[in-house]
């Protein structure tokens, strides 16, 4: 029940004026804000070889983001995103260390992460189970296998090529994980902007049973989803245990948070329906540059997680107490 | 004879046949001395998961109570630390619990932000406000004074206190969701919303009592825990609540709000609990805990959606009254 009936306006904006006022642009002004600022706060701030080890702030998680975006506007969640990357990184190790070569590791860090994915799709597609409880158990489950395998010990002695995805670089001060994440984002842009599986998936947000009796195969679409998710996780760990080049259990522990106040910051309704990459992308940068300006005025980690943490509640709440605040 | 009443009877009989199992291996497990020790080693997981009960069943999650336990209890180590007396720190730290528990239910009230991000949230500013109170130290046992550490582990009547606070708790809580209109008002809300609204039961208020009484629960399990292990640092009880959910989802609370037991969540808790004692006793690694927690959320909560669905499907139900 919402409070009031939306007002349906006889005559639209002019497209324009649409999109000024839309949630993206106020991103924008943020992102743009916060880089003046950090570059006022930190002289180290302004130089290129900085800003191009900023992006390992956003890249990982952001990859992540993409498909997480479009489970969230679909309506389901995946909170295990975190404990996939601890078990694809694990698998990326026994390869290593039963001899594999770089190929071979990629391929067992990206095939766990769809394997993942395929299981926490079938539990909430196949099974018809929340998807909040489904992900909060493999979560545990996922990363706990990881504990079983490694224990206190860690994986370590990756091969030289392997280093390339988290520390490689292009060109210049463009690193491979940031060329992932654009290619990414233009993938998952054009998935959900421009073809009918994106469409689907809003309407499933919007309202998944008349998005059934529309035809539409929600759960294959759910199914899918949640793969997609998984696979994003596995490119994350690819890149994440190439840049640390080693593997702990604990690795990439509470990036489900990160990723999900990536998702909400960027204006998708954490109740489906709505939504748009620009916005994950645009509040992945913002992230980005906050948690990088604050690591240059060497504010601790667990600091910043309350910012993070009062980012995904303010977010939302702001925009809530001020339309509660006008009626 | 429906599921949903004999879930408690089935979940006793796992307990039952678990400890049977772990018996005919290792009977000195099955002691009276040693099940005495293992109650009283699942006491925080049972207080936590009676106030994760009463909010799931309005169909809300509290993923912030491990941080508020933790906070609280830093903050009852640090009081003590300052000379204050027990008796004004216990009441101290579940005042500051439920207030805790209050923002959260605040949230969720008054702008209505789903509770899975607003616990997401305050999660981690919790956790962090440790940090920001202790930059990091520790406080170690030679800090606590000795009455501090005393009372969980104070010895009454063959039980330590830890265990007789929380079976105390235990009835307190069965007892108010049974008999209180407050207890009534959980399962309608979680039941059916709307309906709940149109019968002058405030949805809003209703979840924010959940999480007021979760937070209290998690502040007083703060100072147990602090008390009963005599360290307090950041990361203490990290990832517990995970097992608090898990622990209510095996016993039974449906996800979905409205259905749920306190028997459900003390046996849910007590399986997880057994689990863990006998798991260095059978000589499984301390690290297959997790994947078995992990395990145990996914089979329960798919048995108990399962056994659920096939009643949906029948148009006409008989005997649902005597229910």
Redesign the interface.
């Known amino acids: 029940?919402t409070a009031t009936a939306r007002q349906i306006p006889d005559r639209l904006t002019s497209p324009a004026a649409r999109a000024l006022k839309s949630w993206e642009s106020l991103l924008l002004v943020v992102a743009v804000a916060i880089f003046l600022l950090n570059t006022m706060a930190s002289p180290y701030f302004l130089d290129p070889w900085n800003l191009s080890d900023a992006t390992f702030n956003f890249t990982e998680k952001a990859m992540i983001a993409f498909a997480m975006a479009m489970l969230i506007v679909a309506g389901e969640?995946d909170l295990s995103v975190g404990a996939i990357i601890a078990l694809a990184s694990t698998a990326m190790g026994m390869a290593m260390s039963l001899g594999a070569g770089t190929p071979l590791i990629v391929l067992a860090g990206l095939g766990t992460g769809l394997l993942c994915g395929a299981f926490n799709g079938a539990?909430v597609a196949g099974?018809?189970?929340?998807s909040?409880?489904?992900t909060?158990?493999?979560?545990?489950?996922?990363?706990?296998?990881s504990?079983?395998v490694l224990?206190d010990t860690a994986f370590t002695g990756y091969p030289a090529g392997f280093a390339w995805f988290g520390q490689g670089y292009v060109f210049w001060v463009i690193t491979v994980e940031l060329v992932i994440f654009t290619f990414a984002a233009v993938v998952f842009g054009t998935l959900l902007h421009r073809t009918s599986f994106g469409r689907m998936v809003y309407a499933i947000g919007n309202n998944p049973v008349a998005a059934r009796f529309s035809g539409i195969r929600v759960d294959r679409i759910r199914f899918i989803l949640f793969l997609l998710t998984g696979l994003m996780s596995g490119v994350a760990a690819v890149c994440l245990t190439s840049r640390l080049g080693s593997t702990r259990p604990s690795i990439a522990a509470?990036f489900e948070?990160e990723v999900?106040?990536i998702v909400?910051l960027g204006g998708v309704s954490?109740?489906g329906g709505s939504g748009t990459i620009l916005g994950v992308v645009l509040a992945a940068i913002v992230m980005g540059l906050v948690t990088f300006g604050l690591g240059l005025l060497n504010v601790?980690g667990?600091?910043m997680?309350?910012v993070?943490?009062?980012l995904?509640?303010g977010v939302?709440?702001i925009p809530?107490?001020i339309s509660?605040l006008r009626t | 004879m429906s599921i949903l009443k004999s879930r408690e009877a089935v979940l006793a009989l796992a307990i039952l046949a678990l400890l049977a199992l772990i018996a005919s291996r290792f009977p000195a497990f099955v002691t009276p001395a040693n099940l005495a020790r293992v109650l009283t080693d699942t006491s925080p997981l049972i207080l936590l998961a009676l106030g994760q009960m009463t909010v799931i069943l309005t169909k809300c999650i509290d993923l912030s109570v491990a941080a508020n336990l933790a906070l609280c209890g830093m903050v009852a180590a640090l009081l003590d630390g300052m000379g204050v007396p027990l008796a004004v720190i216990l009441p101290a730290v579940i005042a500051m619990g439920a207030a805790l528990g209050a923002v959260n239910g605040l949230l969720v009230w008054k702008l209505g932000i789903p509770s899975i991000v607003v616990t997401l949230g305050t999660m981690t500013i919790y956790r962090g406000t440790i940090f920001l109170l202790t930059n990091g130290a520790w406080i170690n046992a030679h800090q606590l004074s000795d009455t501090f550490k005393a009372l969980p582990r104070a010895e009454m009547l063959g039980l330590p206190v830890m265990a007789w606070i929380m079976i105390v708790a235990v009835l307190l809580v069965g007892l108010a969701v049974a008999r209180l209109p407050l207890g009534r008002a959980l399962y309608a809300v979680g039941g059916n919303p709307h309906a709940a609204g149109y019968a002058g039961i405030s949805v809003g208020r209703t979840q924010f009592a959940a999480f007021v009484l979760a937070g209290a629960l998690a502040g007083l399990t703060g100072y147990l825990w602090i008390a009963r292990y005599a360290v307090a640092y950041v990361d203490i009880a990290g990832g517990f609540e995970l097992d608090v959910v898990a622990a209510c989802v095996i016993g039974g609370i449906a996800i979905a709000g409205g259905a749920g037991t306190v028997a459900g969540a003390v046996m849910g808790a007590l399986f997880l609990g057994i689990i863990k004692n006998a798991l260095p006793v059978v000589g499984i690694s301390p690290f297959w805990q997790m994947a078995i927690s992990g395990s145990a959320i996914l089979i329960a909560i798919a048995v108990n959606t399962l056994a659920r669905r096939a009643p949906g499907r029948i148009i006409l139900k008989r005997e649902e009254a005597a229910a």
């Open positions: 029940m969640i539990l099974l018809g189970l929340p909040i409880v489904v909060i158990g493999t979560m545990s489950l996922f990363r706990g296998i504990y079983i224990g509470g948070l999900v106040t909400v954490i109740l601790p667990i600091v997680s309350i993070v943490g009062a995904l509640i939302i709440a809530r107490l509660k």
